[in-house]
């Protein structure tokens, strides 16, 4: 049975207080009304992980990183390795988000390089994927996606891909206001979840969580996750609103 997960990319946002005032009370509401099976995960920034980690105790609840370097250890002054990440008690860290990609020239070959690195550690990884606007007004969305997962994700062996979380985020929704209609996002989910099968099988397929990304929030989500391909979010802007955040939560 594949995971239920909302998690919240808080991206470039919060200083440490405030990152710990959101977070602590997260953990509290959710101490009170259990998501019930479903996983939540707070990435927040990476200097925050020590600190916000262990103050999480509700069930289901846990912490990750945003990014990761691609080497194990040394000489790459600024960068964090997915090991310094790991020894917060994070659970997970995000690999291959648009803004990396496009602000940072993130490749398919780094992420794979990324990737492989995180789940070395012990992290799981939420994989992003998506096209941007032109690429959909092309119709050339589905090989993109293709392409993202080909190169970074399916060349990992079945026990590691198992621990990847797939999200989809269509480029033109991210942060715009403007969502993937939920046919729009099950289209897509149910044609990776075919590449999955194709690749792993019936029973990785079913197994593998895919969430949706792209200003998902409290008002859409429910509908977006009514759809037997979308097993969660990825929250944005969101996410860094108590109420909002929750009510995504108990959406899913
Ligand atoms: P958004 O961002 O919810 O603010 O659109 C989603 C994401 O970038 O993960």
């Known amino acids: 049975m594949r995971k239920k997960i909302v998690a ?21 509401q959710l101490i009170t009304e259990p998501p ?5 995960i707070l990435c927040t920034p990476a200097i925050h992980l020590s600190i916000v980690g262990p103050l999480l105790n509700a069930p289901g609840l846990s912490t990750g990183a945003q990014n990761c370097n691609d080497h194990r250890s040394g000489a790459y002054t600024g960068e964090i390795s997915a090991a310094m990440i790991k020894s ?47 690429e959909r007004e092309k119709n050339i969305h589905f090989d993109v996606v293709r392409r993202q997962l080909s190169k970074a994700l399916f060349v990992l062996p079945r026990e590691d891909f198992i621990r990847c979380i797939i999200a989809y985020e269509p480029v033109w929704a991210i942060g715009t206001g403007v969502t993937a209609s939920p046919a729009q996002a099950q289209e897509m989910h149910f044609f990776i979840r075919s590449l999955v099968r194709e690749k792993y099988g019936d029973e990785t397929a079913e197994d593998t969580t895919i969430l949706y990304g792209g200003s998902c929030k409290a008002s859409n989500a429910a509908e977006l996750f009514a759809n037997p391909d979308v097993d969660g979010g990825l929250i944005g802007g969101a996410s860094l609103v108590r109420e909002e955040f929750l009510n995504i939560v108990k959406a899913l």
């Open 36 to 40: 019930d099976g479903k996983e939540v």
């Open 88 to 134: 917060t008690g994070a659970s997970s860290v995000i690999i291959g988000h648009s803004e990396r990609r496009s602000y940072y020239g993130e490749d398919d070959e780094l992420l794979a390089a990324k990737t492989a690195e995180a789940l070395y550690n012990g992290l799981r990884v939420i994989f992003c994927c998506g096209e941007v606007l032109a």
């Open 8 to 28: 919240g990319n808080w991206k470039m946002n919060m200083d440490l207080g405030e990152g710990v005032a959101l977070a602590t009370s997260i953990n509290k």
